[in-house]
């Protein structure tokens, strides 16, 4: 059994940093991928970043792009999300998440990821 723990997350203005962890303990098995949605208040929740292990892609959306660093910690079994120039439209609770997408293009579908993380809050102020 796999799970995830979220740490990092916070309140900082408009322009600001934060940088948020997730370690799974129970490593996934085989082609996995690890990464990021989020779910602001009245939203749908939304891809943010991933990465697929064994591959050289990293995915992120269209708003987060530049902004948005996601790592891995391969030993540590652990992903990263360096997010900078926050803005008040990301805040949002944050899902760190792990599974095994069929291929890039189902990457950014929830349904491709079987264990989530209980998330962390990030509030970004104007």
């Known amino acids: 059994q796999v799970q995830l723990t979220e740490s990092g997350g916070g309140m900082v203005q408009a322009g600001g940093s934060l940088r948020l962890s997730c370690e799974a303990t129970g490593r996934p098995y085989g082609e996995y991928a690890m990464g990021w949605f989020r779910q602001a208040p009245g939203k749908e929740r939304e891809f943010v970043a991933a990465?697929?292990?064994?591959?050289?892609?990293?995915f992120y959306a269209d708003p987060v792009q530049g902004r948005f660093t996601i790592s891995r910690d391969n030993t540590k079994n652990s992903v990263s999300l360096q997010m900078t120039n926050l803005q008040p439209e990301d805040t949002a609770i944050y899902f760190c998440?792990?599974?095994?997408?069929?291929?890039?293009?189902?990457?950014?579908?929830?349904?491709?990821?079987?264990?989530w993380g209980q998330g962390t809050q990030v509030t970004v102020s104007a």
């Open positions: 990465w697929r292990w064994r591959q050289d892609g990293t």
């Open positions: 998440v792990a599974g095994y997408p069929a291929g890039p293009t189902r990457i950014r579908l929830q349904s491709q990821y079987m264990y």
